[in-house]
């Protein structure tokens, strides 16, 4: 495999047990592979799998089937020193601005919970570190004594990129980090997760659940339907010609802020809902709604498969 | 002109906290025509959902309280400040809807739809239960659902967030209203989901010819059904125009750097987004002067002393900007934020 | 709008931050205190409270009398300067008994709420971190204790044990604990799927950090919460023990003994009865007020 893979992501699949014997497949055989230093964007719809993707990716699930390399190693068999480096290496930056920081914590002790648990710093110098963490996503020391309900939506989100920065991360998996933030403040985070990329040459994995602001910040997207990766390929290209019906759909609902080109765009409403995972239908997930459903796709699931150099989609048509 | 549906009038609205009074609405006026969709932008905590809400009297006293010198005329007759509540009950559902952002919340959990949604029109109407089911399911059929028979016996946690969010919009229509107020009714749907009900509620406007005010933050869908438009930030209206006034020719800074912010099917990745730097002030004590001035990269001296008045630049366009004012430097605006797609 | 100069609009220096905050920092605690403090019927309940612990250990000890020796020809005195309660029947002083009552009756609280918040803490807490099987296992046993019933089990004691107050204590610890063992599980068990949990686990942290740093502190207050409803539920068993015969035996004094004795007596010496009663009901009151109070108070969903 090529050595400037950071991430390794092969035959992926986690199950979740329910109740009454039912199996929940959030996640059912993902192949992908994240270059270091690059942006990958993995997109959907709820019920997708791209945050359990992302979960188990960094270990908080443990994967029922298929291997996560991390720098050539599974991440599954890690243990001991190999583990807490690894948690060194790769961070997470949450959803949800309120609930992904401890209300009863001052900001300073949450930025500096990395710290603490790898003991990298202390007393002064910790406090200067935080101090410049702050600084470095636009904050400034004196919000160190504050709790978070004091801040906003978007700065609360900046404390848990600096909370993920603390201890130098190589890879950060942002879960949707922007979806609960107002337009403006989408912007700003964006535009910080760019500038530490520049500075530190961090690797991303971008989860989202629109193409919107995922096309504008990744290199490479990949596009999930009910457990399945239906496409991936690089940013420009899932743009100019999408090559899966669902993405195409994907692309077509974003909406734009221009009222003329509004009127004058064909768009691809998808009819229908997105089917239970608990249920979902054979052969290709996404016949149910798609407009060029066949026979075929029905019986079977499509392979997924180069169409160009770089460029993979699992489509029946292609 | 024909007398408006709705008149806002120097709403001011404040929630009294432990640490004094938050002043939500600062006096914020504006007005709405029969078959008008008005579309009241804004970033969460601008007031616009506390607008709406007060036009509907939905947010409880205490804490919040209207101010001396609001007024709300609605249909030419109704001063909505000084109903009580058993007035409103009347106005509310019989004459005005309101579509929520999570209709789970808003539906009750232990009844089917078509309970709920045939209750609605009992509640303003006298019609028999049998009749009252069956224009259930007509209203189910209206708001795109199949097999609306079937359906009116589901029970809310039976159905999808869309499927809620088209029972949501069913309800509401129940009596006929002449004003439906939706509030970020696609905010928490999936993005093809939202397409959906977005078309939805355009054509469902287009059949009735009902008034909706959308309360929203994302310019696509303001982009994709109102008329009219009113930017609010920190609880005032900055910029109120036609469609075309606010997204070919905004003269707010603010309305700029909403706009901009939105990336382009065509804006190039290694460029940075234009954001607005900083934060909306909190209004538990709001700056003097105007009140985006902190965040404005064409702040004046005069912007921090004292809040400007709206300047006209039509009849329907006008901006609380003191960019307008003749003694002010000529600002270029951003080129992406003024751009016409076709050129 | 004639009178402004022209020099006002120049670009103006950047002088505010747009990132600042105004609002004055509170503490959760001292946001909860500040609600407490709003609550007049809940702070009317903890000046009863405090004034009735400190009348509990402060009067018996500056008394004339104590609580268990017997002047005969003082027996059966109606309330007096010498006697504020009066006496009994077998010329003790009441003042003294019922202060005594009450303290021996708030003691048996506070340790039965502070064994049920050890218990029940340390087992809802591991059953809801480690669930899964260890989970399953413990909530059986719950529910077998759940369904003893907590008179028997204390009547079947206080045959082995004897009379006491160690019998109170014990039978109520014994099944006290289960309602905060389950409220406990029920509160970790949402906190542990919050994202700032998932954050530390992420960080590398270890289960003992998770449990100290970030699931006890945002549990602490509904516990306390639960403590003040569960002192006077243990002081509501003592009392009724006692009233029915089983639990503290005089010459020692409890409210509920007190209580029993009075109702002997209510028709011609009312006051006997009256006394105990009232105490017993403001304490109870009390802390029932004050527990609805810090409800209000340390719930984070109604924060603002």
Redesign the interface.
């Known amino acids: 495999m090529a050595e400037d893979n950071i991430l390794e992501v092969k035959n992926l699949q986690k199950h979740f047990n329910l109740s009454g014997e039912r199996v929940l497949k959030a996640v059912d055989g993902l192949n992908f592979s994240i270059k270091r230093g690059e942006t990958f964007g993995l997109v959907g719809e709820s019920g997708c799998g791209k945050s359990t993707t992302g979960r188990t990716i960094i270990r908080l699930y443990e994967a029922t089937g298929g291997q996560v390399l991390f720098n050539g190693e599974d991440i599954h068999k890690m243990s001991g020193d190999k583990k807490k480096k690894f948690h060194r290496d790769m961070q997470m930056v949450f959803q949800d601005p309120y609930a992904s920081l401890n209300p009863r914590m001052t900001v300073g002790k949450i930025i500096a919970e990395g710290m603490d648990i790898h003991g990298l710093y202390s007393g002064k110098q910790k406090k200067e570190r935080v101090s410049q963490l702050l600084r470095d996503v636009g904050l400034s020391e004196e919000h160190a004594g504050r709790f978070p309900h004091e801040f906003s939506g978007g700065q609360r989100q900046r404390i848990g990129i600096a909370r993920a920065l603390a201890i130098e991360p190589q890879f950060i998996i942002a879960d949707e980090p922007i979806s609960a933030l107002d337009v403006s403040v989408q912007a700003q985070v964006v535009n910080l997760f760019k500038k530490l990329q520049k500075d530190r040459g961090l690797t991303y994995l971008f989860i989202a659940h629109d193409l919107a602001m995922v096309k504008h910040i990744s290199d490479r997207i990949g596009v999930m339907y009910l457990g399945k990766l239906v496409e991936v390929a690089t940013s420009d290209k899932l743009n100019a010609k999408p090559l899966h019906p669902y993405t195409q759909s994907l692309l077509s609902a974003i909406p734009i802020p221009d009222p003329d080109l509004q009127k004058q765009r064909k768009r691809v409403i998808l009819q229908g809902e997105i089917p239970s995972p608990l249920n979902p239908p054979s052969g290709c997930p996404f016949r149910t709604r798609c407009p060029h459903a066949m026979p075929e796709c029905a019986a079977t699931m499509p392979p997924f498969k180069e169409v160009e150099p770089g460029h993979f989609a699992a489509c029946h048509l292609l | 002109m024909a007398k408006p549906i709705l008149e806002v009038k120097d709403l001011r609205v404040s929630f009294k906290m432990y640490a004094g009074e938050v002043q939500a609405v600062r006096g914020v006026s504006f007005s709405l025509h029969k078959g008008e969709v008005l579309a009241i932008v804004g970033e969460s905590g601008c007031g616009k959902s506390v607008t709406a809400q007060t036009i509907m009297r939905l947010v409880p006293t205490p804490p919040s309280y209207i101010k001396e010198g609001s007024s709300i005329l609605f249909d030419g007759k109704h001063e909505i400040t000084k109903m009580s509540e058993s007035q409103m009950e009347h106005v509310r559902g019989n004459e005005m809807g309101m579509i929520f952002q999570d209709p789970m919340t808003s539906l009750n959990p232990t009844m089917t739809v078509g309970a709920q949604i045939s209750e609605g029109i009992r509640k303003h109407e006298k019609v028999k239960k049998a009749e009252a089911m069956r224009r259930a399911a007509e209203l189910l059929t209206l708001v795109g659902m199949s097999n609306a028979d079937e359906r009116i016996h589901q029970y809310p946690h039976e159905l999808s967030g869309g499927m809620r969010q088209r029972v949501m919009i069913a309800l509401s229509l129940a009596c006929n209203p002449k004003l439906l107020i939706a509030d970020e009714p696609t905010t928490a749907l999936d993005v093809t989901i939202q397409a959906q009900i977005i078309d939805l509620l355009r054509d469902i406007q287009k059949k009735t010819d009902t008034s909706i005010i959308l309360i929203t933050h994302d310019l696509g869908v303001v982009a994709e059904m109102a008329h009219n438009v009113v930017v609010m930030y920190a609880g005032k209206v900055v910029e109120r125009g036609t469609l075309n006034d606010i997204f070919y020719n905004p003269r707010h800074p603010y309305t700029w750097g909403l706009l901009r912010s939105v990336p382009r099917l065509d804006s190039d990745k290694n460029n940075e987004l234009d954001s607005i730097p900083g934060t909306p002030p909190d209004l538990y004590a709001p700056p003097v002067g105007c009140a985006f001035a902190a965040r404005c990269p064409y702040a004046m001296q005069v912007c921090k002393e004292i809040d400007p008045e709206h300047f006209e630049v039509s009849a329907e366009h006008s901006s609380a900007c003191w960019l307008l004012h003749p003694d002010a430097p000529k600002v270029e605006m951003p080129i992406e934020a003024g751009r016409r797609a076709n050129g | ?1 004639e009178t ?1 100069s ?7 220096q ?1 002088t ?4 600042s ?8 605690w001292q ?1 909860a205190w ?2 407490l403090r ?1 609550n007049k019927l809940a702070m009317g309940g903890l000046i009863v409270l405090i004034l009735l612990s400190v009348l509990a250990v402060v009067a018996p000890m500056v008394s004339k009398f104590d609580y268990e020796t017997q002047y005969l020809k003082d027996i059966d005195l109606k309330p007096s300067w010498a006697h504020f309660f009066g006496t009994d029947d077998f010329g003790r002083d009441l003042w003294t008994r019922v202060w005594w009552g009450t303290r021996i009756s708030l003691f048996i609280g506070l340790v039965a709420a502070a064994l049920d918040l050890v218990i029940g803490v340390l087992y809802g807490g591991i059953s809801a971190y480690f669930g899964g099987k260890v989970d399953n296992a413990m909530q059986r046993i719950v529910e077998i204790i759940y369904s003893i019933p907590l008179l028997l089990l204390a009547i079947i004691l206080i045959v082995f044990l004897g009379p006491g107050m160690k019998s109170i204590i014990i039978a109520y610890a014994l099944t006290g604990w289960v309602g905060m063992a389950r409220l406990v599980r029920g509160q970790i068990l949402l906190v542990k799927e ?3 949990v ?9 289960p003992a ?1 998770i449990i100290l ?2 699931l006890i ?2 549990v602490i207050g509904l516990v306390i919460v639960q403590i003040t409803f569960i002192v006077p539920l243990a002081i509501f068993f003592e009392s009724f023990l006692s009233f029915i015969g089983v639990g503290i035996r005089p010459p020692m004094a409890s409210l509920g003994n007190l209580i029993n004795d009075g109702a002997h007596y209510m028709r011609y010496q009312p006051h006997r009865i009256i006394f105990p009663t009232i105490v017993f009901s403001l304490i109870l009151l009390s802390f029932n007020v004050l527990g609805d109070g810090l409800r209000d108070a340390l719930d ?1 969903k109604m ?2």
């Open positions: 709008m402004i022209k020099d006002k609009f120049q670009p103006a950047k505010t931050n747009a990132e905050i105004v609002r004055p920092s509170l503490t959760y946001d500040r609600r709003s919050q994202e700032f998932l954050a530390a686990r992420t960080l590398g942290a270890k950090r740093q970030h502190p945002n984070p924060r603002k």
